[in-house]
C-alpha cells in the first residue's frame, strides 16, 4: 500500500497546537495509509504525541520554530519567517516529501505560500480558494472565495474548470454544473468582467457550464460549482457566514419571547443541532487552494480536532485522485482550445 | 395644509392592478394629505375605486393605455412606450404634478426611467438603488442595490452621502454609521475601485464614514448604511433572500423530521410568524432611487396591498423631508470639498 504524506501546520488556528495534533492522531487511526509530518516546535509537540501508540511510526515531528501569525503581512511572512511552521509544511511538499500540505494559520499567508513556495500548475493564472458550501439541495463549490481580487475573464473560465474538476473526483459529482455568479441569467448581464467570462466560458465545453446563476439561486444549490471573482467570492463565503449566524440569532430571540416558544425551543433543540451541523461547512474539511502543483488546504481558524480531521480526510483523497495531475491535463486541452479560438476571426 | 401627491403605476407588479389600488386607498385613509394620481388604462381603475367612499376626492385616475413589461428592453420601452403606466407616472413627476411616483413594474424600466424621465440631481452622476435592509440589531440601507454595474470610485462616494441623508431624514437615525462594503476592515483591503473609494470617503466629513465593513458584520447591522458596486450590492440583496428562504426551508426540513420536533414547531408558530415579519424587508416599503431630481421608489414585484401602503407612507415622508433638495444641498458641500481636494497637491 503507497503512503500519502500529509505536512501539518502544527502551530495555526486558534486551538493550535492541541486540537491539530488531536485531529491528526484521530486520522492516522482512520487511514491506515496516512503519515503525517507535523510542523511546529519539537519541544512543544512532542508531549502531545505521546500518547499516539498505535500510528506513533506514521507521524513525523519536523523541526520548525517559527510561527506566522495572524497580524503578519503575508508575503513578507513567508519570504522570511523560512522556519516558520508553515512555510516548512509547504516547503515539504515543493520537495516531494509530501503531498499536501494542511494549515489553519493565516489565510493570506497561506495564498501567497502556495504560490511562492509551492509554485502554480503549468497554464493556471491564478490558483483559487474554493471551499465546499452547504447548500438546500446539496452542497456546492464556491470558487474563488477570496484569493484574487481584480479578476481577468480567462481567470474565471480556469476557476471554472478546477472547480469542475474538485466536485467530479473528490465530491463524486459526475459531470457537475459550473454556474457563473450574476445578477441577471441572461448572458448579457453583469458587469464588464462577467458578462466576458460568460463568453469565454460559453465558448467552451471541457467542463459542463451552465449558464449565470443568480445569487438568490446560490443557496439552493442549483449549481455545484459557482465561479466568482475573488472579491464577489469572499462577499459571498462571509456573508454566508454573518446571515446564517444572524437568522439563527434573531430565530433564538423570537425563541426566548415567550413561555410557549420556550417550550418549543426546548423540543426542538436536537433538530436545531443537525441544522447547525447542515449548515456548518467546517464538514466538508477545508478549503482546497485550487491550482498550486500540490495540495493545500485551508482550515479554517476555529477548527477543531474532528474539522482537522476531516481536512486531512480530505487531503487524502485529493491526494489519491491525483487533483494536481487532473487540472494539469484538464487545463491542457482547455489551452489549446484556447489557442484554436484566438485563431479563428470572431 | 399642503398635500403631498404621489403618482402610482397601476399596472406594474404580480398583483396589480387590484393590490395597488387597495394599497392607495388604504394610505389614503392613513394619511389625509396625500393625493394619488393613479396611472393605467381608466376602463380597468375605474370599477377599483367605486368603493373609495371618504377619500374618492383625492384619488385621480390619470389614462395610461400601455404597460412596460418585465420582458421589455428599459431604455426601449421608456423611450417609445410614452403611453405607458410608467412613464406617464414619471412624467407627472417630471411636469410638477406630483413629488413622488411609485411603481412595482420592471425595476429595469423604472431605473431607467428615472435616469430618463426625471433626470439627475445636479452633481450626482449616478443615482442608485437603495432598499433597507433587516439587521440584527437594527435595518440598514443597501446602496447601490443594482442600478449600477462597474461603478467608480466617486460614485461610492457619493452613495454614502446619498444613504446617509436618507437615514438621517427618512429612518431618523442620527449620524449614520457609513460603511463601505468589503472583504476585510483594513483600509488597504479590498479590490482597486474599493481601496480608491475607501480613500475618497476617509477625506471628507460632510458624512460619518467609518471604514470597511466585512460582509460577516453586514447582517448584525453594525452599519446604518453599506455602500457597494451595484453588482456587489445586488449580490448581497439577492443573496439575502435566497439565503433566508433556504436557510428556512432547512430548518423546516429538520423541524419535520420526527414528531418531537413537529411538536416543538406548533408551538414555535407565532414566534416563526414574527421572525419572518422581521426579515420581510417590504415592512420598510419599497427601495428609493436616490440621486434623481423627485422621489421615485420601487416596490417590489410581488408587493401587497400593505406593502404598497407602506411604499406609499415612505414617498410621503420622503417628500416630506425633502430628500432631493439635501441631497442636493449636501452634494454642493462634497463637490466642494472635492475640488478643493483636488487642488492640493498629494
Chains 1, 2 share one sequence.
Not at 99 to 124: C, D, E, F, N, P
Request: a neutral charge; aromatic letters at 4%; one cysteine or more.
Amino acid at each position: 500500500m503507497a503512503q500519502i504524506t500529509v505536512a501539518v501546520d502544527a502551530m495555526g488556528g486558534d486551538n493550535a497546537p492541541g486540537a491539530v495534533v488531536e485531529g491528526s492522531l484521530m486520522a492516522l487511526r482512520e487511514m491506515p495509509d496516512l503519515r503525517i509530518l507535523l510542523c511546529g516546535p519539537t519541544e512543544a509537540l512532542k508531549p502531545l504525541t505521546a500518547g499516539a501508540g498505535d500510528v506513533k511510526e506514521r507521524i513525523e515531528i519536523r523541526e520548525a520554530p517559527e510561527v506566522i501569525g495572524m497580524h503578519d503581512a503575508p508575503v513578507l511572512a513567508i519570504r522570511r519567517k523560512t522556519g516558520s511552521s508553515m512555510v516548512v509544511a509547504l516547503m515539504a511538499v515543493k520537495d516531494g516529501q509530501a503531498q499536501a500540505a494542511l494549515s489553519a494559520g493565516s489565510t493570506g499567508a497561506l495564498l501567497a505560500g502556495g504560490m511562492l513556495r509551492v509554485g502554480r500548475i503549468k497554464g493556471i493564472d491564478r490558483p483559487a480558494l474554493a471551499p465546499v458550501l452547504p447548500g438546500r439541495k446539496n452542497p456546492f463549490l464556491l470558487i474563488d472565495a477570496g484569493a484574487n481580487v481584480d479578476c481577468q475573464s480567462e481567470y474565471l473560465r480556469q476557476f471554472g474548470l478546477m472547480g469542475s474538476i474538485y466536485m467530479e473526483k473528490v465530491m463524486g459529482v459526475s459531470r457537475p454544473r459550473v454556474g457563473l455568479l450574476n445578477i441577471g441569467a441572461e448572458s448579457e448581464k453583469g458587469s464588464r468582467l462577467y458578462k466576458e467570462a460568460h463568453q469565454l466560458m460559453a465558448s467552451q465545453s471541457v467542463y459542463n457550464f451552465t449558464g449565470n446563476i443568480e445569487a438568490r439561486d446560490v443557496p439552493n444549490g442549483d449549481a455545484d460549482v459557482v465561479v466568482a471573482d475573488g472579491f464577489d467570492g469572499n462577499i459571498v463565503l462571509k456573508y454566508t457566514e454573518g446571515l446564517a449566524s444572524s437568522l439563527v440569532g434573531m430565530l433564538k430571540d423570537e425563541m426566548m419571547s415567550s413561555t410557549r416558544s420556550k417550550l418549543g425551543a426546548l423540543l426542538l433543540k436536537p433538530a436545531l443541532r443537525t441544522f447547525k451541523k447542515r449548515m456548518d461547512y467546517e464538514e466538508y474539511g477545508g478549503s482546497p487552494f485550487l491550482g498550486v502543483s500540490g495540495v493545500v488546504i485551508k482550515a479554517h481558524g476555529s477548527s477543531g480536532p474532528v474539522a482537522f480531521k476531516n481536512a486531512l480526510r480530505q487531503a487524502h483523497k485529493m491526494v489519491s485522485v491525483d487533483i494536481s495531475g487532473q487540472i494539469a491535463r484538464e487545463m491542457a486541452k482547455l489551452a489549446g482550445l484556447n489557442d484554436k479560438g484566438e485563431s479563428d476571426p470572431q
